[in-house]
């Protein structure tokens, strides 16, 4: 019974997605926020402890390691 209301439901999900074009859906995730990098930091031990303590300062802080380059801790955050 579960299974036919989520294909229910994910069927209409996918028919408002197509009238729409998905415009409607990009503009509500856009005006919401977004993720960015806030700052970077080299990828030494100091500067993974920098990039900890400046965490708090920003909504949803998390230090990632820049997948490109590795060279950087990269201080991700959302952006209201």
Same mark, same amino acid.
């Given at each position: 019974?579960?299974?036919?209301?989520?294909?229910?439901?994910?069927?209409?999900?996918?028919?408002?997605?197509?009238?729409?074009?998905?415009?409607?859906? +990009?503009?509500?995730?856009? %005006?919401? *926020?977004?993720? &960015?990098?806030?700052?970077?930091?080299? /990828? @030494?031990?100091?500067? !993974?402890?920098?990039?900890?303590? +400046?965490?708090?300062?920003? %909504?949803? *802080?998390?230090? &990632?390691?820049?997948?490109?380059?590795? /060279? @950087?801790?990269?201080? !991700?955050?959302?952006?209201?």
């Amino acid at each position: 019974m579960r299974a036919r209301k989520l294909a229910a439901a994910c069927l209409i999900a996918g028919s408002v997605v197509t009238m729409t074009g998905g415009a409607a859906v +990009a503009s509500e995730v856009t %005006a919401q *926020g977004h993720w &960015k990098v806030f700052e970077s930091y080299p /990828a @030494t031990p100091q500067g !993974w402890r920098d990039c900890g303590n +400046a965490v708090v300062n920003v %909504a949803k *802080g998390d230090c &990632k390691l820049n997948s490109d380059t590795g /060279a @950087t801790v990269d201080l !991700w955050g959302w952006e209201s």
